[in-house]
């Protein structure tokens, strides 16, 4: 005789029919996958062929954290292989397959946000997909205020005094405001101030080890201010060094436009 479901299992497995792959559930329940195939079934749940190798672009959304309509956009301008499936004669959904999507993600990870994924939500992660999740960590620590907010009298002043010592850099100066690189640059010649921070050793020569550290992290999925701080040099350096190297950037995605090899 089978293990008697409770009304919690059978909550969750309503729930997360469609948005987990059915291995997943079975796993998080402590089921065979047959098992839970069987009773989605008995409830209605439509066809588990439907969801067992891939999930809803409408779901995938809810699990990605991201709106529904920057997802279509990923179908038509950056060729996510979603496909229409047809559910019902009278309903059809996009849909996408783990294997595919995961393929696609790869190839665009710069484009997504792995520390809002929870581990498993989507099947089996490939390799990558933990150093992704530590970048976009990372990322969150350098995010600086959206660069309409207003300078205050006090941002001016803090700025003024970190030129005045002579002995703070940009990354730093940006670190303390919590604006962009580019920012600070930009008010520091709005307000027609003489001082400019330290410089870091951008205009040095790039050893191999350095370009083949910064391609690395680059394809990885890191920030340009997670870079430089690990090269000691400024994120716009960095990228400057990166364009040099030949890359260009679509929706924050490095694309190679000349060869270069990291062995």
């Given at each position: ?71 279509k956009?990923?179908i ?39 520390s809002r ?25 350098h995010?600086p ?21 002579h ?11 919590k ?23 951008n ?12 391609v ?6 890191y ?20 364009e040099r ?13 000349s ?5």
């Amino acid at each position: 005789m089978g293990k008697f479901w409770t009304q919690e299992e059978l909550d969750f497995l309503e729930d997360k029919w469609g948005v987990f792959n059915r291995e997943t559930i079975a796993k998080k329940l402590g089921r065979s996958s047959n098992a839970v195939m069987l009773k989605a079934q008995r409830m209605g749940l439509g066809d588990p062929l439907t969801h067992i190798d891939g999930i809803t672009i409408s779901k995938l959304s809810q699990v990605l954290n991201t709106h529904y309509g920057i997802l279509k956009n990923w179908i038509k301008k950056y060729k996510m292989p979603a496909k229409q499936k047809r559910l019902t004669k009278e309903k059809s959904v996009w849909m996408i397959s783990y294997q595919d999507f995961w393929k696609w993600a790869e190839k665009n990870r710069h484009m997504l946000d792995f520390s809002r994924l929870e581990r498993l939500s989507l099947g089996p992660e490939p390799g990558w997909v933990e150093e992704k999740r530590r970048a976009d960590q990372l990322k969150k620590l350098h995010v600086p205020k959206p660069h309409n907010t207003p300078w205050s009298l006090k941002d001016d002043s803090k700025l003024k005094w970190m030129l005045s010592k002579h002995k703070y850099s940009y990354p730093e100066i940006s670190d303390e405001l919590k604006r962009s690189q580019g920012a600070i640059k930009k008010r520091i010649r709005d307000l027609g101030l003489k001082e400019r921070p330290v410089r870091l050793p951008n205009h040095n020569k790039y050893s191999p080890e350095e370009e083949k550290k910064l391609v690395t992290l680059l394809e990885q999925g890191y920030c340009f201010e997670e870079i430089a701080e690990q090269l000691n040099r400024s994120a716009l350096g960095v990228r400057g060094k990166a364009e040099r190297m030949g890359y260009k950037f679509v929706n924050g995605v490095p694309k190679k436009q000349s060869k270069w090899v990291v062995s």
